[in-house]
């Protein structure tokens, strides 16, 4: 472990006790490599590091690089507010037909012609949809649980891609009757700052990173360049990772998750909104008052229930705030495949936190965040948490006599709003595809089970999908990320998402001696708008896709 301080009028925070509580939370979570920062208003930062960056057994360092996955999305909604005020009078031209440019503009008046359209369940709301709602998760759609792997990432995707898919993909809510995390409205975000600015990471790179000296990018191969850049691990085996974002679509998650770091480089954007969006080294403003208001207020209800320790917690636009011990919090994490991560500022307190890490762990994660603005307000501290072993969700005998039989259901199938069609494989698969298929899930799972289906999914997210048979036509969804030829120094396959990991439940439906399709539920914790209104599967499923 290295850690740094330089003595000023600010309290130490990571002291000996405190190092040794996260250096405790470190062992027992198993995490390869781990960089915090915190962050004083106006005093020196304090640095701490653990473990390995990358499979040389580089030490990780406060300069390390690494993708800051969803804490991305503030640097988002900060551009767009940015943008505003480019707009106000004598500045930058408004948009034809448009007298201001605000936080409840529509995001239609922004687009060309046609570019923004909504499924028909929206019609009603589509042309007032504002750049609030998309920002504040509360439009009312989702991405699909996890299968948010479905609807974007596919080779070629786009920001304007994933726009366009808006249109066919199916509300889980009334649109702003409550919060619902949606990645695909950040990337029609994005979109917008694309269309207004010719290209939203040039306009981030040089309105926020270069006044504030930030090295950080949105380039992994730019990044990789610099020898700082820190490689991801799968947990317990400790297997290296690619970057899970890539310089073939890193444009595509640019805006919801796509900025690369370093705890060096965020903490000067930290400082900055401890000094509310101004640069406290020049005095330039960074992000104007009004627009660090915005951004930093909550509009929607996250999180219903607080504790005795925590309040409810509310979303802004890109992110949370909460009450913490009688303290104001503005908050945000994220988690890729390959990293970990967390941002916090207390704007009273004007005391900030960075934790970075190169493996998937929220829990870890916000117990090290915690800590330290424990340790930050004066409360104790308390025993580190113990991880959860986890419990498996396959169900053992499960299979029972099927009509159809899993084999009837094999074949392709296509929806709209999800991109390329899927083509699935049972074990009597014949044919190049079908063998290149279930070859590389024997090559990484090992024993396959006759009643399930397989099928190649290249997305974001995962490379592969299994379906495992529940009885009768009704399947459990698992996604993995599969490697058969392993990565880095270490050839020998492996598999980063565990089988036991249910996305939602896939029904068939069969007309006659057809199959018409399936539907894809349960990937919403609440009943949505459509189940409630009952009806046939084709309707009222989260997701539905036609036997082509």
């Given amino acids: 472990m290295t850690s740094g301080f330089s003595s000023s009028a600010a309290t130490k925070v990571l002291d000996a006790e405190l190092l040794g509580h996260i250096e405790t939370i470190f062992t027992t979570h198993e995490i390869p490599g781990l960089s915090i920062a915190v962050v004083h208003a106006d005093s020196p930062a304090e640095f701490a590091n653990w473990g390995i960056r990358n499979e040389d057994g580089d030490a990780m360092a406060s300069d390390s690089l690494m993708p800051i996955a969803s804490c991305s999305k503030a640097f988002l909604a900060s551009a767009m507010g940015i943008l505003f005020e480019d707009f106000a009078p004598g500045r930058k031209p408004l948009p034809e037909g448009l007298s201001r440019v605000d936080w409840d503009t529509p995001a239609a008046a922004l687009l060309p012609d046609c570019e923004w359209k909504l499924h028909t369940e929206f019609e009603t709301m589509s042309s007032s949809m504002t750049l609030r709602d998309m920002l504040s998760h509360r439009t009312g759609l989702h991405q699909y649980g996890l299968s948010h792997f479905l609807s974007y990432g596919e080779p070629g995707d786009v920001p304007a891609t994933v726009l366009h898919r808006l249109r066919y993909q199916r509300p889980a809510f009334e649109p702003r009757t409550r919060y619902l995390y949606c990645n695909p409205m950040y990337m029609s975000a994005q979109h917008i700052l694309d269309v207004q600015t010719g290209s939203y990471t040039d306009f981030v790179e040089r309105r926020i990173f270069k006044p504030l000296g930030m090295s950080a990018m949105y380039s992994p191969d730019a990044a990789i360049v610099t020898g700082r850049a820190a490689s991801g691990f799968t947990k317990h085996d400790r297997r290296a990772l690619p970057f899970f974002i890539n310089e073939d679509n890193h444009q595509l998650g640019a805006g919801p998750g796509g900025v690369i770091a370093s705890a060096h480089d965020l903490v000067k954007w930290v400082r900055m ?276």
């Avoid at 509009?299 to 219903?304: E, F, L, P, R």
């Avoid at 099928?455 to 990320?481: E, K």
Wanted: glycine content about 12%.
């Fill in 273 to 548: 909104l401890l000094h509310g969006g101004v640069n406290p080294e020049t005095g330039e403003v960074i992000i104007p008052k009004a627009v660090f208001e915005a951004v930093t207020t909550a509009h929607v209800i996250s999180d219903g229930v607080g504790t005795a320790e925590k309040s409810i917690v509310g979303y802004g636009l890109g992110w949370r705030r909460l009450s913490y011990h009688g303290h104001d919090v503005v908050y945000h994490s994220g988690g890729n495949n390959d990293v970990t991560t967390l941002i916090m500022f207390a704007p009273h307190d004007r005391v900030g936190l960075v934790v970075l890490m190169n493996q998937e762990g929220q829990t870890a994660n916000f117990d090290i965040g915690w800590a330290i603005l424990r340790k930050a307000f004066g409360i104790l501290l308390g025993a580190p948490a113990k991880p959860s072993s986890g419990t498996s969700s396959r169900q053992e005998g499960r299979r029972t006599k099927t009509e159809p039989a899993p084999a009837d259901l094999t074949g392709t199938y296509y929806s709209a709003g999800q991109g390329s069609p899927i083509t699935f494989f049972d074990l009597s698969g014949r044919g190049p595809e079908a063998e290149r298929v279930l070859s590389t899930f024997r090559t990484v799972s090992g024993e396959l089970a006759p009643g399930d289906l397989y099928a190649v999914l290249p997305r974001t997210w995962c490379t592969h999908v299994r379906l495992v048979h529940l009885g009768d036509a009704r399947f459990s969804l698992r996604y993995n990320w599969f490697f058969p030829e392993g990565h880095g120094k270490d050839k020998a396959p492996f598999a980063l998402h565990a089988q036991d990991e249910e996305c939602g439940i896939v029904q068939f439906v069969c007309e006659g001696d057809r199959v018409a399709g399936f539907g894809l539920t349960g990937t919403v914790e609440e009943e949505t708008v459509l189940e409630r209104r009952g009806g046939r599967l084709q309707d009222i499923a989260d997701a539905w896709f036609d036997k082509i």
